[in-house]
């Protein structure tokens, strides 16, 4: 990765000021968004205007650390506005080079007691982002933080879309609600990122970035405002985040624009955290992967007799010879099954199935019977990477030796599953994984696991995280899902970052004739909107998830061979909340194209070609065909030639979509 440095300009931006002692104000770059911060009576303050409109009207804010509130009979000192501009690359992502500028002012607040806290304001022309730096001072020599106060009071009654959850500790997966933000009922706890659509047609997107050293955050409706929750710490001490001083908290990050599928494009989070420090990362390899658990390990019949090492072995060759055949860069190890069909974990344990850790289980070891190296080695000589899942409580207890001999053992990276919190303890294991992941040259998959917060640019070994209800659903109750679900998450999980999603159903019914099937799922959406998906959803790591039976002869799959999962750009060209979604993406000066639309409504995509660079491009088209809501697997593939001065109309039927190849002739 080519090395940028961090300029950081400072200039006297006095108009960005506000004249009242008691009120500072940092702009963007362009002026649109003004970011405030006030003390009325006594209590500090912040909202929010863009393009003139006030959307985020005066939130209360302050820390509450063991020994008293901060943020009530404070005073306001602002230090120099300083311009920041940030040129970057990200290896991993929704591009491949960032070009960030920014205006940034550190307040200082105190109280009588002689205590301070240091506010870093950050305004970008697509949002704005605040943090907390708490020194080290003579009321305060270590950090114990109870909550913080974040009191948001967003202007209008927006309608509001948000993940809800059931409380701190569960898997950071669940279904969306779309209301009004005066409907939501009291203390429902909410995942971020929210996404807020004004009367006015201007949007929100309320998240956090580099949350590391810290807890992490939900909001929580109370009486028509959104209030932060950090997750409290599980050792009974009533606090939520211990530590030395200095100390900085995450950022509270506010994305604002008046189109509603900018945050898709937003690099906001990822500007807000540290740089990489590894120049040297050619060992990162982003892919796609298979996924043997999602499919009940199926596989031809005679692979399963034999002893324990002998089925494993075979069912691997099954899978890694699929993958060599079609582009696919990793294998991956879930777990391991006896010619009965029985799931067991495969690392060192006693009987344990995946998801039911016991004491004596050991990442580091192998399950007596089972040998790994032989299945590197086949896949080595056939050009794919392997790769494992683990259990985040078994692997938690002798990392560094687990981490060090997937390495020798030739694994290039693993799952960490079942974290289901955000709590400070879970937060310090995920920075420990991602260190250790950039030592070993592993890359890191985050199962059961909170929201990302743009660590790729510091740990760009994150390839994905889960924190979605996704398609591993359909195994037992694909009755949540369904097309309506996948259009919520480009507005709310997706803005956060890569999202890992099961991708790769090949079996498509109608939502009447689903039934649940663990070890064969069906997907209820057309096979054009699940293609559509690798491209509306970005993730480092895409799993083909099904069977390769699924796949042989089937209309589509040439889509998913070699598909890029990282990208030098993207442009969101369509974007309705809850009706239809259209993404570009480049690699290189090809364009890949994700449609996607509602489970209601047949939608007609009216766009230009503009985004397309000079001369003519031939165009792969995967789209519905006239019968695929009755027939979702029925998918046509139709070729053409455009050019960036084309105006392109193209459909999909209830529960559809399209995806597209534009290549450069």
Known sequence: MKKHSLLSISVMLGLLVACTPSTVTVSSPDGSVNFHLSVSEGQSMISIDYKGEALLLGSPVGIDFADGYFGTDVKVKAGKSVAVVDDYDMPVGKTSHVHSVSNEL??????????????????????????????????????????????????????????????????????????????????????????????????????????????????????????????????????????????????????????????????????????????????????????????????????????????????????????????????????????????????????????????????????????????????????????????????????????????????KGMMIDFMDRDDQEVIDFQKKALELGMKYHLHIQFHGASKPSGLQRTYPCEFTRENTLNCEVYKWNGSIMGADHDLNLPFTRCVAGSTDYHLGGFRAVTMDKYAPNFGIPAVTNTRSHMLALYVVYESALQLIADTPAAYEGQEGFDFLRGIPTVWDETKVLVAEPGECILVARRKGRDWYLGAIGNSSTAHEFSFDASFLGEGEYDMTLYHDAPDSEQNPNSILCSKSVVSSSDKLVLDCVPTGGFAAIIKVR
């Open 106 to 411: 550190v307040v200082t607040l105190s109280n009588p007691e002689g205590r301070y806290v240091n506010v870093y304001m950050r305004a970008f022309d697509d949002g704005v982002a605040y943090r907390y730096e708490i020194p080290e001072q003579e009321s305060m020599k270590d950090l114990a933080v109870k909550a913080e106060r974040m009191e948001l009071k967003p202007a209008g009654d927006p309608e509001t879309k948000a993940m809800i959850l059931p409380g701190h500790n569960c898997s950071h997966e669940g279904s969306y609600k779309t209301a009004a933000l005066s409907t939501y009922e009291d203390n429902l706890m909410m995942d971020m990122p929210v996404f807020l659509e004004f009367p006015s047609g201007k949007f929100m997107s309320i998240t956090e970035a580099n949350v590391v050293d810290y807890a992490g955050m939900m909001l929580v409706s109370r009486d028509g405002m959104l209030t932060g929750d950090l997750s409290p710490r599980q050792d009974g001490s009533g606090l939520s985040v211990i530590g030395d001083l200095p100390h900085r908290s995450p950022w509270r990050v506010f994305m604002v624009s008046d189109r509603a599928g900018a945050f898709l494009e937003s690099n906001i989070l990822t500007t807000l955290c540290d740089p990489c420090q590894e120049q040297d990362l050619s060992w990162l390899n982003p892919g796609t992967t298979t996924w043997p658990w999602w499919c009940g390990y199926q596989s031809p019949a005679g692979l399963k007799k034999g002893d324990l090492n002998t089925v494993n072995y075979n069912i691997s060759r099954y899978f890694i010879d699929f993958c060599a055949e079609n582009d696919i860069t990793y294998h991956s190890i879930s777990g391991i099954v006896d010619k009965n069909g029985r799931e067991y974990n495969w690392y060192y344990n006693e009987g344990s199935a995946p998801g039911c850790p016991e004491d004596n289980d050991d990442t580091s070891r192998l399950c007596p019977g089972f040998e790994i190296e032989p299945i590197c080695r086949y896949a080595a000589e056939n050009g794919v990477k392997m790769r494992v899942w683990v259990d985040w409580r078994t692997v938690s207890k002798n990392m560094e030796e687990t981490f060090r001999q997937y390495q020798d053992w030739g694994v």
